[in-house]
């Protein structure tokens, strides 16, 4: 059975750092696509960052710069390092992997087939 467990959620001031870590479990996916998302009530879930294989990485526009995707293929872990974090970014982060191979960016919910649990990020003014 495939599970990606999300854990390093917390509280922390505007301006603070924050390391998300995705674990995964099941099956390897160092030969796949791994994202971040983030869901805040009342809204849709949004593509936050995103790697491939072959460590390419990419974000929205709203975090770039300030976070970073990285992965360790010898863990199954995927990360999310978060700078300069502001109010804005509170909310349920969401790891996903995608079960394709492909170099193409994923930045789509759709396309990802296996979701962590969300761990909740809460950024103080």
């Known amino acids: 059975q495939v599970q990606l467990v999300e854990s390093g959620g917390g509280l922390v001031q505007a301006g603070g750092s924050l390391r998300l870590s995705c674990a995964a479990s099941g099956r390897s996916f160092s030969r796949n696509s791994m994202g971040w998302f983030r869901q805040v009530p009342g809204k849709e879930r949004e593509f936050v960052a995103g790697i491939s294989w072959s460590t390419v990485t990419y974000y929205a526009d709203s975090v770039k710069g300030r976070f970073t995707i990285s992965r360790d293929n010898a863990k199954n872990t995927v990360y999310l390092q978060m700078n300069s974090l502001k109010p804005e970014d509170t909310a349920v982060y969401y790891c996903?992997?995608?079960?394709?191979?492909?170099?193409?960016?994923?930045?789509?919910?759709?396309?990802?087939?296996?979701w962590g649990q969300g761990t909740q990020v809460t950024v103080s003014s």
């Open positions: 996903a992997a995608d079960s394709r191979i492909t170099t193409a960016q994923v930045r789509n919910d759709y396309e990802y087939d296996y």
